[in-house]
């Protein structure tokens, strides 16, 4: 019988863990802003380029440093800055998704742009 349990609970515990590690879009608790986790890590934005949906609602995006040292998430065009994320800390930014367009998303801490922590960020199409 303990042995059962032991089982149950450690599926349980990794059922959880890897949906806490999701990266897809998902609603949030209001019905008409779509949400968003992004993870950041050496050197490493998400698991790549990050696609949306255009939509007349905006898109919450909450930015998770999962690395080992300080990151941040910066979309200048739209002014978009997380802020200095030390390892562990998470932020929410907003983006406006009801045009089609191509951005860029970086963290701008020297050198970790030029070592690949870059992503294309599409709206639409």
Known sequence: MRRMQRFRLLALGAALFVSGCSASATEAGDP?????????????I???????????????????????IPHDFVIEQLGVDSGILAP????????????????QAKCT??????????AELTVGG
């Open 32 to 44: 008409q802003t779509a949400a968003l986790v992004i993870n950041l890590k050496e050197y490493a």
């Open 88 to 103: 562990g800390e998470s932020a929410v930014v907003e983006i406006d998704s009801k045009a089609a367009k191509v951005l």
């Open 46 to 68: 998400g698991e790549g380029d990050i696609r949306l949906t255009a939509s007349e609602y905006p898109v919450k995006i909450t930015v998770k440093n999962k690395g080992a």
């Open 109 to 118: 801490l020297p050198g970790h742009a030029e070592a690949g922590m870059v």
